[in-house]
T-cell receptor, first 114, second 113 residues
Framework: NAGVTQTPKFRVLKTGQSMTLLCAQD?????MYWYRQDPGMGLRLIHY???????AKGEVPDGYNVSRLKKQNFLLGLESAAPSQTSVYFC?????????????FGDGTRLSIL | GENVEQHPSTLSVQEGDSAVIKCTYS??????FPWYKQELGKGPQLIID?????GEKKDQRIAVTLNKTAKHFSLHITETQPEDSAVYFC????????????FGSGTRLSIRP
């Protein structure tokens, strides 16, 4: 049982480049989330999805796009990377039916923008 | 806006002693309070949670207490061991909104041998 898997684990980009981060979960969870983690700021929600084909903005959505074409996958895209997007990105999933369920996190993608 | 304040940001305790981390939440409608442990290079993992109809919950060396009136909750780790060294996050959420899972800023716990 893999849980939540994030790809890639590390990436270095140049300013202006684009890339997609992939999150896959094998727990049949309805809800999926993308967070960024910066020193001293905890986890901030970028975008989330409450089901296949749905997405919504979180606390810090600017500069990112997402897609949930399949229930098990949640993609995070950076169209034109900026140094301010250097961070560790975590994907999480949740069974759904309200937020009173624990989040299941992946091990993160460490992204550096030069 | 809604937020969760977590203190202290860093904590160093002697092995075998107890550690306490405290969180305060602002949204009185919050009714679920999980705690996560994040080890180096890993994602946060749930270690214990408590719901608003319970004042205290224990799981071996870990306990969580909740004071709804004061809107604060605490994590207690007794008989600390080296493997307890990690970053701990508290969170608060309510069932009415899928996105309203608010995390504290984290506490880096170090256990001195």
């Amino acid at each position: 049982n893999a849980g939540v898997t994030q790809t890639p684990k590390f990436r270095v980009l140049k300013t202006g480049q684009s890339m997609t981060l992939l999150c896959a979960q094998d727990m049949n969870h309805e809800y999926m989330y993308w967070y960024r983690q910066d020193p001293g700021m905890g986890l901030r929600l970028i975008h989330y999805s409450v089901g296949e084909g749905t997405t919504a903005k979180g606390e810090v959505p600017d500069g990112y796009n997402v897609s949930r074409l399949k229930k098990q996958n949640f993609l995070l895209g950076l169209e034109s990377a900026a140094p301010s997007q250097t961070s560790v990105y975590f994907c999480a999933s949740n069974p759904g039916g309200g937020s009173n369920q624990p989040q299941h996190f992946g091990d993160g993608t460490r992204l550096s923008i030069l | 806006g809604e937020n969760v304040e977590q203190h202290p940001s860093t904590l160093s305790v002697q092995e075998g002693d107890s550690a306490v981390i405290k969180c305060t939440y602002s949204d009185s409608a919050s009714n679920y309070f999980p705690w996560y442990k994040q080890e180096l290079g890993k994602g946060p993992q749930l270690i214990i949670d408590i719901r608003s109809n319970v004042g205290e919950k224990k799981d071996q060396r870990i306990a969580v207490t909740l004071n709804k009136t004061a809107k604060h909750f605490s994590l207690h780790i007794t008989e600390t061991q080296p493997e307890d060294s990690a970053v701990y996050f508290c969170a608060a959420s309510k069932a009415s909104s899928a996105s309203k899972i608010i995390f504290g800023s984290g506490t880096r716990l170090s256990i001195r041998p």
